[in-house]
Nanobody, 125 residues
Framework: QVQLLESGGGSVQAGGSLRVSCVVS????????MGWFRQAPGKDREGVAQ???????NYGEFVKGRFTISKDNARNTLYLEMNSLKSEDTAMYYC???????????????????WGQGTQVTVSS
């Protein structure tokens, strides 16, 4: 059984930083495209970032160099470091995993098979 468990969310002031983590069990992230998504109330889920099995990453356009996705294969854990946070970054952040090792060029929810329950990030201005 594949499980993804996010943690690290919380409340932060605008301009601050936060790192969220995702511990994965039952699925080796070393061989998968892994991603982060977010969903704000009343909005569609949007792709934040994803990382290939070989470590190549790509990001949603709105990230603009503020976020960094990384992973620790030995710990089977995915990370998202978020800097220069804005109030519009407030959302539930979800970790997701594909079965394939390489990501598509665009971060799309439909490409992902396994999902976590999410961790809330709230940015106050």
């Amino acid at each position: 059984q594949v499980q993804l468990l996010e943690s690290g969310g919380g409340s932060v002031q605008a301009g601050g930083s936060l790192r969220v983590s995702c511990v994965v069990s039952g699925h080796a992230i070393s061989g998968s495209c892994m991603g982060w998504f977010r969903q704000a109330p009343g909005k569609d889920r949007e792709g934040v970032a994803q990382i290939n099995s070989d470590g190549y990453a790509n990001y949603g356009e709105f990230v603009k160099g503020r976020f960094t996705i990384s992973k620790d294969n030995a710990r089977n854990t995915l990370y998202l470091e978020m800097n220069s946070l804005k109030s519009e970054d407030t959302a539930m952040y979800y970790c997701a995993a594909q079965s394939l090792p390489y990501c598509q060029p665009i971060v799309r929810a439909d490409d992902y098979r396994y999902w976590g329950q999410g961790t809330q990030v709230t940015v106050s201005s």
